[in-house]
């Protein structure tokens, strides 16, 4: 096959459509170019991306530039390819009104996930690494994706929670601002001990650690007159990441304490019941053959 015959050939019309002529060659060109310029896509997204590290960019702005960078590469493409097979854009104009028909009866929740999506990667309420809380379930964000966001729970499980339900309802971002929170131990000592003493010691359990945030100070209440015990509440603030992060140092907290009271002959308080005998009551045993 000569180089007439080989032109003859890729000249070849496959289809007509609106009087525009599709030829094999324009078949050919197509994948080819999509190749190539995803190729290209893809390893300048790379190189974009390794630029922004280096300065130090947040993992939600990269992933958001990604996003929005890959759409409209992908959108070029499409208008690109039409283009290479001299497709008007007004050949789609049926297309389009069938999308938005199906759009209004039945993808309501999809594009209401994807501008929700959108909402909460361009305004960022949830960032990547944020502890979120949300219904029952409390967890990290690993990713926030166009359509839902991904949530490891504590117990390791993953969850995708659709990006409406962030916007719609409540959830609770405990590093939205800071990664530092409240909490509290709380311990119960027997009636008679020294409460100045207990509180002293309570004191030197928050002097030992270096994790607990000096401000605001960590304080230590006598909070209330217990069936069995004297209530004393250690309310402090650390930085932490997770609730794994502060039970772990509350039960650290709590060894500590259980250790300071033994030696100083503290008694932690367990509940009592006191049994009171009729001194009338006769007990007997009888014997069963």
């Known amino acids: ?11 070849f019309v496959v289809f007509t459509y609106d009087n525009h002529h ?41 992933h958001l530039f990604t ?12 208008f690109t390819s039409m283009e290479i097979l001299n497709i008007p854009l007004t050949a789609f104009a049926f297309v389009s009104g069938a ?16 501008i929700s999506g959108w909402i909460l990667m ?3 309420p949830i960032r990547i690494g944020d502890f979120l809380e949300v219904g029952e379930a409390r967890g990290v964000v690993e990713c926030i994706n166009t359509r839902s966001t991904l ?18 309802n409540t959830v609770t971002n405990w590093t939205l601002i800071d ?25 030197q359990v928050i002097a030992e650690r270096d994790d607990i945030l000096p401000q605001p100070k960590p304080s230590v209440l006598f909070e209330d007159f217990g069936d069995n015990a004297l209530i004393f509440d250690l309310i402090f603030w650390v930085s ?29 308080a367990y509940p009592q019941r006191d049994l009171h005998v009729n001194g009338n009551l006769t007990i007997t045993q009888s014997h069963k053959m």
Do not use: C
């Open 240 to 268: 932490a990441v997770s609730e794994t992060d502060i039970r772990r140092r509350r039960s650290e907290i709590r060894f500590r304490m259980y250790e300071l009271f033994n030696e100083n002959n503290v008694v932690i």
């Open 99 to 114: 999308i938005a028909i199906g759009v209004g009866f039945g993808a309501q929740n999809i594009i209401n996930n994807f």
């Open 67 to 78: 996003r929005m960078y890959f759409i409209i590469s992908i959108a070029v493409l499409v």
């Open 1 to 11: 096959m000569d180089f007439n015959e080989l032109l003859a050939a890729l000249s």
């Open 122 to 124: 361009w305004e960022r």
């Open 179 to 203: 990664k530092n929170a409240r909490t509290f131990v709380r311990v119960g000592v027997a009636y008679g001990s020294d409460v100045i003493k207990v509180r002293e010691l309570i004191y």
């Open 22 to 62: 599709i030829t094999l060659l324009q078949l050919l060109q197509v994948p080819l170019y999509i190749f190539l310029a995803w190729f290209i896509i893809t390893r300048v997204g790379r190189l974009i991306v390794k630029a922004l590290k280096r300065r130090k960019v947040g993992a939600d702005a990269i």
């Open 151 to 168: 949530i490891r729970r504590n117990d390791g499980v993953h969850m995708l929670v659709p990006n409406s339900q962030l916007l719609e």
